[in-house]
């Protein structure tokens, strides 16, 4: 039973730049949500989607945007990068009934992003 | 808002000592509480839970209750191990919302 997996592992850009980061889902999760998780710190909610929807969003500007797939995958986009977003960036998926209850979510091992 | 404060770190310890790494939360209503492990260069993985008042969570070795009086979800270990170093972070759920973490504990085992 695959868990949540991510790609890629490790990218590297430079300022000004577009990244697509991907994530699927584990087997029998229709949620994905994303998060940031800055160096030395715990994780940031960016956004969750459900039903090909944008359910939830976090503070973030809307340079960071998402898309969801009829497959449950998900990706994470990001435009004109700045060095701030430097960052792990974590995809977590749950059963959209276990949302609700808040059952765990399940994380990916991450995406390393590093602006230079 | 909803937020979660948990002890700076790092923690560092030999093994077979006891851990206590403090968590205190605030938040309106009636969250579920977790704690999440992150070993190096991995995600988080769910240590365990706690979905209501005096709850107590457990999972290899690892123990935390459920404390509203004290809005606490303190993480305990009786004798701690190299393979225990980690970072552990404190969670909360909002009934229906996303998750909020605390900054993380750095927890270092010396053999």
């Known amino acids: 039973d695959a868990g949540v997996t991510q790609s890629p592992t490790h990218l590297i850009k430079t300022r000004g730049q577009q990244v697509t980061l991907r994530c699927s889902p584990k087997?029998?999760?229709?949620?994905v949500s994303w998060y940031q998780q800055a160096l030395g710190q715990g994780p940031q909610f960016i956004f969750q989607?459900?039903?090909?929807?944008?359910?939830q969003r976090g503070n973030f500007p809307d340079r960071f945007s998402g898309h969801q797939f009829p497959n449950y995958s998900s990706e994470l986009n990001v435009n004109a990068l700045l060095l701030g977003d430097s960052a792990l960036y974590l995809c977590?998926?749950?059963?959209?009934?276990?949302?609700?209850?808040?059952?765990?979510?399940?994380f990916g091992d991450g995406t390393r992003l590093s602006i230079l | 808002g909803d937020s979660v404060t948990q002890m700076e770190g790092p923690v560092t310890l030999s093994e077979e000592a006891f851990l206590t790494i403090n968590c205190t939360y605030t938040?309106?209503?009636?969250?579920?509480l977790f704690w999440y492990v992150q070993y190096p260069g991995e995600g988080l993985q769910l240590l365990l839970k706690?979905?209501?008042?005096?709850d107590k969570g457990s999972n290899k070795g690892f123990e935390a209750t459920y404390r509203k009086e004290t809005t606490s979800f303190h993480l305990e270990k009786g004798s701690v191990q190299v393979s225990d170093s980690a970072v552990y972070f404190c969670?909360?759920?909002?009934?229906?919302?996303?998750?909020?973490f605390g900054p993380g504990t750095r927890l270092s085992v010396l053999p």
């Open positions: 969670a909360l759920g909002p009934y229906g919302q996303n998750f909020v």
């Open positions: 989607y459900y039903e090909e929807e944008e359910r």
């Open positions: 087997s029998g999760h229709d949620t």
């Open positions: 938040a309106t209503g009636y969250p579920s």
């Open positions: 706690a979905t209501k008042a005096d």
């Open positions: 977590a998926s749950t059963a959209w009934g276990d949302w609700g209850i808040n059952q765990p979510q399940h």
